[in-house]
């Protein structure tokens, strides 16, 4: 069923993959694959590098039976601490139908996710836009902090791969996942053009 979703939104080309991206959700599962102590891994790439593209290749990596420690898909989860109905209507629209009621904004984290993921064991969950809403009190911080001990996520085998272009402080924050993250760069894509590129070209300029 999963892959028959993939390809119609494949075919329809809302859902693509590209090398790059594919190499980039490789590049993440195999961490969890080669020390299965790695609880968390932090992607960051540039913006519009594709991330929304590594997080489509994932799923479809993650849930790959062939690999050590595959997920089923009803146990991956896509939440953000965005307050937007945009983002979760454009990203449910971009995925598997069935993976569709596992997609959660700010609002649902701290009700209907945390009831969601309550109990369960082998989930992958993929964070987008990390550095939002991550603080102390704050939304993904009251969702995560029954499950954020690493004795019990590797009992439970719970996987947190998070996402940004801007990750801020989170990177500090990573001191205390010490032995149990890592950290995989998105790699941009034949003819990606940034802001660095943009201005090299002095199509965009420095404000003074």
Same mark, same amino acid.
């Given at each position: +069923?999963?892959?028959?979703?993939?390809?119609?939104?494949?075919?329809?080309?809302?859902?693509?993959? $590209?090398?790059?991206?594919?190499?980039?959700?490789?590049?993440?599962?195999?961490?969890?694959?080669?020390?299965?102590? *790695?609880?968390?891994?932090?992607?960051?790439?540039?913006?519009?590098?594709?991330? *929304?593209?590594?997080?489509?290749?994932? +799923?479809?990596?993650?849930?790959?039976?062939?690999?050590?420690? $595959?997920?089923?898909?009803?146990? +991956?989860?896509?939440?953000?601490?965005?307050?937007?109905?945009?983002?979760?209507?454009?990203?449910?629209?971009?995925?598997?139908?069935?993976?569709?009621?596992?997609?959660?904004?700010?609002?649902?984290?701290?009700?209907?996710?945390?009831?969601?993921?309550?109990?369960?064991?082998? +989930?992958?969950?993929?964070?987008?836009?990390?550095?939002?809403?991550?603080?102390?009190?704050?939304?993904?911080?009251?969702?995560?902090?029954?499950?954020?001990?690493?004795? $019990?996520?590797?009992?439970?085998?719970?996987?947190?791969?998070?996402?940004?272009?801007?990750?801020?402080?989170?990177?500090?924050?990573?001191?205390?996942?010490?032995?149990?993250?890592?950290?995989?760069?998105?790699?941009?894509?034949?003819?990606?053009?940034?802001?660095?590129?943009? $201005?090299?070209?002095?199509?965009?300029?420095?404000?003074?």
């Amino acid at each position: +069923i999963l892959k028959a979703q993939m390809n119609k939104l494949e075919r329809k080309s809302i859902s693509l993959r $590209y090398q790059n991206q594919r190499q980039a959700a490789n590049n993440i599962i195999s961490e969890f694959t080669q020390d299965r102590n *790695t609880l968390l891994v932090s992607a960051v790439g540039k913006t519009q590098s594709g991330k *929304t593209g590594v997080m489509y290749s994932l +799923i479809v990596e993650a849930t790959n039976t062939s690999i050590d420690g $595959y997920v089923p898909v009803t146990n +991956i989860f896509v939440i953000t601490g965005l307050s937007s109905n945009e983002w979760k209507k454009q990203t449910k629209s971009r995925l598997p139908e069935v993976i569709r009621d596992n997609v959660f904004h700010r609002s649902e984290l701290n009700k209907d996710f945390k009831k969601k993921i309550k109990g369960k064991k082998n +989930i992958l969950i993929i964070v987008d836009e990390i550095q939002i809403a991550c603080k102390v009190k704050q939304s993904i911080h009251n969702s995560f902090k029954s499950i954020l001990d690493t004795e $019990y996520m590797i009992e439970n085998d719970i996987k947190i791969v998070e996402f940004s272009a801007t990750p801020n402080g989170t990177y500090v924050d990573l001191k205390y996942w010490e032995g149990h993250y890592k950290t995989v760069k998105i790699q941009p894509g034949t003819n990606y053009v940034g802001h660095e590129e943009l $201005y090299e070209q002095g199509r965009i300029y420095q404000c003074q």
